[in-house]
């Protein structure tokens, strides 16, 4: 197997939505036209609360940087113009190298590579980030950052404006407003959303993106001042396609590999197992590297589980918010006012009715004006093909015939749900020079699209502003050394699994074996998502079993090898998870962490949930006090990865609307 060692400034690990537009952000193309970054209270220029930040400071401060953070004298074939506000004169010299690294391929890669029909998280006339932030909290019962979604939500209609600057088709009216679908929803023809960031970021002349290469683990050195005493330098992974060992030395890291989906047993077998909510290529990898590196995980226990259109998985948003459909059983009745409406709530009804013998359950659609069923037919054509293709197939439509709806597997996802890193507001993990954005970081739900987007240009800015500070130079020869040593050891452990031909289990029989103990023991489909303590301390045991298992297993080639590892990280994060589950004795979010065991809320557990590995590979489970109203957690260095610094600072972010 060959090796080949890459030096950069900032490795990106994931081409996805925060990914990409983290890319931008370093190279100064992800403000508007004519814009910059606003002075803190005017969210809607995209205003920057990261401490220290100064008023009118952005990322265009990076055309200094570009010359001392590119000493090492690499930079990319990319080239292109400037498309955007930021050195617009700037070339791949001046500007941080960044190096992307996607599995796939960055032009369809990550939740949007079919494309989305709607931006769902938007502040429309007449409302304030904080009113995004308040809904957000309702959703998942206060078990939220409030200060990581104020700095998400005061970026939210920049994002979109920069969007549609790239090319996305967003609605309007005949004045020219956008059309919203709710009053945080804007409509969007959406189909090439991926694409068009994956031609910015290819236009950008300092990013280097290689796709096809599987990251493994991070690299990290002692550092006593960082949380966890560990600091970021890089990164280990293998090419998909060829026998290639990579190894990246990188000052800065960010990960945006998104979330976890195929811990589970889904809801289609066999071969069409990989029809899920969301995409079966986010199996966890960016928490399972995270966990190895020391860093620090919050909220895994507040699953996200889709209430989707029945064998299409197609989303169920479009009907109910679009159309305003209600929830039914099969009798007719309405359901929603006796479980509530929240995202946890309508899947807890819709698993409850069907549990009580008053199943099928449905989106109550018969009876939809001809008009408004072609807008849902144009509608999943946009997005989910095959519901529309199903109608037509059945000779029938929503106007017809009322919706089946049911819910799939259980998800890891910090862009729904609370899930992931837990970060200060620079969104740095624990792990010092290692950031965060996206599905993958926590304690901020309903980001969706615009809130990656959002996540990724903080953490980008974050990333800036480290390397300009005279310690992001210093230990390089330390870096080189552990990106060595760990490319060596890596490439072994490739190189075993690639010649090894004794292994008693292949990788899909092991995958159905764990996605079998996590939906009987942990709460799947076939138990209407309930668990209790005794199951989870089986799905323990038979979970570490597992992995020992996992470890034997053998591969023809590298497409092969990403099989493997994918498991072993799917492993870890479904232990980590039932470590999750098992801690908060309470049952906070009915339908999502539905814990038999303990079947009411208690306002004792009104904390975060907190984990990280031990050196023994067992997982500690802290719990941790919640950030206030109003206040800001930050980092405070060694030993204190979560107690940190908290600072009430943000409350200008949520003054009056300035549309």
């Known amino acids: 197997m060959e090796s080949k060692r890459i030096r950069c400034d900032v490795l990106v690990i994931g081409g996805g939505t925060a990914g990409c537009f983290a890319a931008l952000t370093i190279a100064g193309k992800a403000r508007e036209e004519g814009t910059a970054a606003g002075a803190p209270g005017a969210w809607e220029q995209g205003a920057s609360y990261l401490p220290g930040a100064a008023a009118g400071k952005d990322v265009a401060a990076a055309a200094d940087v570009g010359a001392r953070g590119a000493a090492d004298g690499t930079q990319t074939s990319a080239s292109g113009a400037n498309d955007a506000a930021g050195p617009a004169d700037a070339t791949a010299a001046d500007l941080p190298k960044v190096v992307i690294l996607e599995k796939a391929n960055v032009e369809r890669s990550g939740c949007l590579a079919a494309g989305v029909n709607a931006l769902n998280a938007y502040i429309t006339p007449g409302h304030v980030p904080q009113d995004y932030v308040d809904y957000a909290r309702k959703d998942v019962e206060g078990i939220v950052r409030g200060d990581l979604l104020l700095t998400i939500c005061e970026r939210l209609n920049h994002v979109t404006r920069r969007l549609e600057e790239l090319g996305l088709v967003i609605l309007k009216d005949e004045d020219g407003n956008y059309v919203s679908r709710g009053w ?50 890089g990164a280990v992974g293998f090419s998909v396609n060829d026998p290639v060992a990579f190894g990246i030395e990188a000052k800065t890291v960010i990960v945006a590999t998104g979330g976890a989906a195929g811990l589970y047993r889904p809801n289609n077998p066999g071969f069409s197992r990989h029809k899920m909510w969301y995409p079966p290529f986010n199996v966890g990898s960016g928490f399972a590297m995270g966990l190895r590196a020391g860093a620090e995980m919050t909220t895994l226990e507040n699953r996200f589980i889709a209430l989707r259109c029945k064998d299409t998985i197609a989303p169920t948003g479009t009907i109910a918010q679009g159309a305003h459909a209600p929830q039914v059983n099969a009798l007719g009745r309405n359901y929603e006012k006796k479980y509530g409406i929240t995202t946890p709530e309508r899947l807890w009804g819709t698993a409850e009715e069907t549990l009580a013998g008053r199943g099928p359950c449905y989106l109550h659609t018969k009876g939809l004006s001809a008009e408004a069923e072609q807008d849902l037919f144009r509608a999943y054509l946009n997005m989910a093909p095959s519901q529309t293709l199903r109608w037509i197939e059945r000779n029938s439509g929503p106007a017809s015939e009322d919706v089946e709806v049911e819910g799939t597997e259980p998800y890891v996802v910090g862009g729904h749900t609370a899930s992931g890193y837990w970060v200060d507001t620079r969104r740095e993990s624990t792990v010092a020079n290692l950031f965060a954005a996206g599905d993958v970081a926590g304690g901020a739900p309903q980001k969706y699209v615009t809130g990656a987007l959002a996540e990724g240009e903080i953490a980008a800015e974050s990333v800036v502003a480290r390397l300009r500070e005279p310690a992001a130079a210093a230990d390089e020869g330390l870096g080189a050394a552990a990106v060595d040593r760990a490319l060596a050891s890596a490439r072994t452990d490739y190189e075993r699994s690639l010649t090894a031909d004794d292994a008693p289990f292949t990788t899909e029989q092991l995958e159905e074996a764990m996605q079998k103990v996590m939906d009987e023991y942990a709460g799947g489909i076939s138990r209407g998502y309930r668990f209790n303590e005794p199951q989870l301390a089986v799905a323990d045991a038979r979970l570490a079993q597992l992995q020992q298992t996992a470890e034997c297993l053998s591969a023809a080639d590298t497409d092969d090898l990403l099989r493997v590892w994918e498991l072993r990280d799917r492993l870890l994060v479904a232990r980590d998870l039932v470590a999750h589950m098992a801690a908060r004795h309470e049952t906070r979010w009915h339908g999502f962490c539905e814990n038999a065991s303990f079947p009411e809320r208690d306002v004792a557990w009104g904390c975060y949930v907190n984990s990280r590995l031990a050196a023994d590979g067992s997982v500690e489970v802290v719990s941790r006090p919640l950030v206030g109203e109003g206040e800001r957690y930050e980092h405070a260095g060694a030993g204190t990865p979560i107690e940190g610094v908290v600072a009430a600072d943000l409350g200008a972010a949520a003054g009056e609307v300035q549309q």
């Open 184 to 233: 945080r929803n804007l409509k969007i023809n959406g189909e090439n959303i991926k694409p068009l960031l994956a031609e910015a970021v290819r236009r950008c002349p300092n990013v280097e993106v290689i796709n096809h290469v599987n990251v493994t683990d991070l690299v990290t050195v002692p550092d006593e001042t960082a949380p966890s005493g560990r600091r970021a330098v």
